[in-house]
């Protein structure tokens, strides 16, 4: 079982540049969440996506868009790369209902901006 | 709105040595609990839940935590310490009724030999 799967797993931005972070998960959940993990600070909540169609804005959206076209497919996107974009960034999955909490999560993106 | 404290950044330990990782939540409705284990350069996995019946839930790798609603906490431990065990541990709230879960800042368990 693949689970969640993010692409790339390294990448290096100047600032200014753009890019998309890739994750696909297999596993048929309607939620889906995009998290940022700095050292000491624990998991910041980008955005999340309750099904297709359907996002929304968590603690720290700014500088970050999102798209859910398919059930499966959730990408993220920075625009304008900034230094203060430079995290590990998480993919991560729930079926929801009485598992809301129980979080699948992708092995990680980490991301520099120079 | 629900918030997560781990009352330790890091705790280090001898292997062998039992071992108890802090959290405290608050939350103004039912909760379900979670604790969440990262190893070096890894995503998350969950260790064990509390949903609801008894307090006290078995996890993986022989972890078990207790509920206790009267001093909202939710204490991770372990009676025995291996090295394989050196890893990044973060407690989450789930409220009933929310899919947004709610993630402590972690707590980082060191195992010296």
């Known amino acids: 079982n693949a689970g969640v799967t993010q692409t790339p797993k390294f990448r290096i931005l100047k600032i200014g540049q753009s890019m998309t972070l890739q994750c696909t998960q297999d596993m048929n959940h309607n939620y889906m969440y995009w998290y940022r993990q700095d050292p000491g600070m624990g998991l910041k909540l980008i955005y999340y996506?309750?099904?297709?169609?359907?996002?929304d804005k968590g603690e720290v959206p700014n500088g970050y868009n999102v798209s859910r076209s398919t059930t499966e497919d959730f990408p993220l996107r920075l625009e304008l790369a900034a230094p203060s974009q430079t995290s590990v960034y998480f993919c991560a999955s729930s079926s929801g209902g009485v598992n809301t909490g129980e979080l699948f999560f992708g092995e990680g993106s980490r991301l520099t901006v120079l | 709105a629900q918030s997560v404290t781990q009352l330790d950044s890091q705790v280090p330990v001898f292997e062998e040595a039992p071992v108890e990782l802090r959290c405290n939540y608050s939350s103004s409705v039912s909760v379900y609990l979670f604790w969440y284990v990262q190893y070096p350069n890894q995503g998350l996995q969950l260790l064990l839940k509390?949903?609801?019946?008894?307090?006290l839930v078995k996890g993986i790798n022989g972890f078990e935590a207790e509920f206790n609603k009267s001093q909202t906490s939710f204490h991770l431990r372990k009676p025995s310490v291996h090295i394989s065990d050196t890893a990044e541990y973060f407690c989450?709230?789930?409220?009933?009724?929310?899919?947004?879960?709610?993630f402590g800042r972690g707590t980082s368990l060191i195992v010296h030999p």
């Open positions: 996506s309750v099904g297709a169609g359907i996002t």
């Open positions: 989450a709230v789930g409220p009933s009724g929310s899919y947004i879960p709610t």
């Open positions: 509390y949903l609801s019946g008894s307090t």
